[in-house]
């Protein structure tokens, strides 16, 4: 994986020099952010961006900007070549939303998003594309604030920990990348119609605690994988057919929610995701 050391601070200035600079824009999907650049070794950027007195060195030799999904995409180059770094800015050009390097067409090294006050507000790593550390997000204060695995989607796949800005921990518990099977119930071949909506997805499954910030239990509770039966009729009437599809977030078994001293304030028995006693 290449390497690339950030020094991350607040208050950001974006200091590129102007003169390699193109017309911001719009990008409509595709391939054009991988058009060659023109290579002028007379238009080298060096200072790509400045945060508060710590600047990155970025050999270029120009950028191009895209105004995509309401934010400002600035990419560089290297030799003629979309390589390197990225930053997403807001429409302003005054507020750094993330920034990122790209191999070719791949994330890599580390990708950092912010919150609107500057401070870092997610961290996680990339290796040609794949994502290879934990996730970690950050109060507005830069307190951690939750450490989880992810997919290459940046869903939760595994223990999840969550903190009060105090450090002590108020949630954890796991999460999975589930996938309900579709079943048809049609053996006529127009009726074997794809049903593009079952997609895996990451839910909580398992024990969970919610604690106070006293460190004290405030919540026991858990999940499993549980899929709802659908039926669809086919709108000519002649026949229908069946999907297994995920139920998020589905409640089981016994929740219990204590007071700071452990008095238990409420049990919830649920079944197939439904209520079943509560007192």
């Known amino acids: ?11 950001i200035i974006l200091t590129v020099n102007s003169y390699c600079q193109d017309t911001i824009r719009p990008y409509y999907g595709g391939s054009e ?11 080298l950027i060096k200072n790509a961006w400045l945060p508060n007195g710590q600047q990155i060195i970025y050999d270029g030799n120009g950028y191009r900007e895209y105004e995509m999904w309401g934010e400002i995409r600035r990419y560089y180059y290297q030799n003629g070549d979309a390589n390197g770094l990225v930053l ?6 005054t507020r750094l939303n993330q920034i990122g390097y ?25 290796d040609s594309g794949q994502v290879v550390s934990e996730m970690k997000l950050f109060y507005e204060n830069a307190k951690l604030k939750a450490i989880y695995p992810v997919n ?34 049609s053996s006529e071949f127009e009726l074997q119609k794809s049903i ?35 039926l669809e009729v086919d709108s000519t009437g002649n026949g229908s057919y069946m999907s297994w599809l ?34």
């Open 1 to 11: 994986m290449t390497q690339k050391t950030i020094i991350l601070l607040s208050f």
């Open 33 to 43: 952010r991988m058009e060659r650049y023109p290579v002028d070794t007379a238009l």
């Open 88 to 93: 997403f800015m807001d429409t302003t050009k």
């Open 102 to 126: 790209f191999i070719g067409d791949e994330k890599d090294g580390q990708w950092t998003t912010f919150h609107k006050n500057g401070q870092i507000a997610s961290v996680v790593e990339y």
């Open 152 to 185: 290459n989607k940046l869903e939760p796949t595994g223990n999840y920990i969550e903190y009060f800005e105090s450090g002590i921990i108020k949630t954890k518990g796991q999460y999975d990348f589930v996938l309900c099977e579709s079943k048809l119930d």
């Open 196 to 230: 593009g909506r079952i997609i895996p997805k990451s839910i909580p499954i398992g024990n969970w605690t919610d604690y106070y910030e006293s460190g004290k239990v405030k919540k026991e509770f858990q999940f499993e994988n549980f899929c709802t039966f659908t």
């Open 246 to 279: 995920i139920t998020n977030e589905c409640p089981t078994g016994k929740w219990v929610e204590y007071d700071e001293n452990g008095k238990v304030l409420k049990t919830t028995i649920y079944k197939d995701c439904l209520i079943r006693k509560e007192k």
